[in-house]
């Protein structure tokens, strides 16, 4: 399940920050700020898109087949709001922590997410939804 890989990674930075800081910071209050912005921005983004999956009576589950397609909402801006939440919050906490060391997760987090979750997510919408998802991928980026 993406939570626990994002509470993964999240247990790296925490320890990475407290236990090998190397003396390196992001130097000062600026980081709080945007790492504060950063997790409120990925909360709000998973809830918002939570509100959509309720709205449309179908499976947030990931590996769980969608009863309906979803396009409207936040999904109009990005078909995978909840990932784009995920690290969102991993950026703003690694920010927050100073985990500089911890940087390089990011990426291979957004990896991981994306071969385990999005392009098998992906693919079932594609044979269930047909020409719909591809109209909808045409016009809705994967991340942003």
């Known amino acids: ?19 090998l800081p190397m003396w390196l910071d992001f130097g000062g209050a600026w980081s709080d700020l945007v790492g504060g912005l950063l997790v409120g921005g990925g909360l709000l983004l998973i809830v918002l ?3 959509e999956f309720r709205r449309h009576r179908t ?4 590996h769980q087949e969608a009863e309906r397609l979803i396009q409207s909402g936040i999904f109009t801006r990005s078909r995978n709001p909840i990932y784009l939440g ?24 957004v990896w991981i997410i994306e071969k385990r979750f999005i392009i098998p997510e992906e693919n079932r919408l594609r044979r269930k939804f047909r020409m719909d998802f ?8 994967r991340w942003v």
Do not use: E, H
């Open 1 to 19: 399940m993406p939570p626990v890989w994002l509470v993964a990674f999240l247990g790296l930075a925490w320890a990475q920050a407290t236990y």
């Open 49 to 51: 898109a939570a509100a």
């Open 59 to 62: 499976t947030i589950v990931p």
């Open 86 to 109: 995920d690290a969102l919050i991993l950026t703003g906490l690694i920010l927050r922590w100073d985990a500089v060391l911890a940087l390089p997760l990011i990426p291979v987090f």
């Open 134 to 141: 591809a109209k909808y991928c045409d016009k809705t980026r």
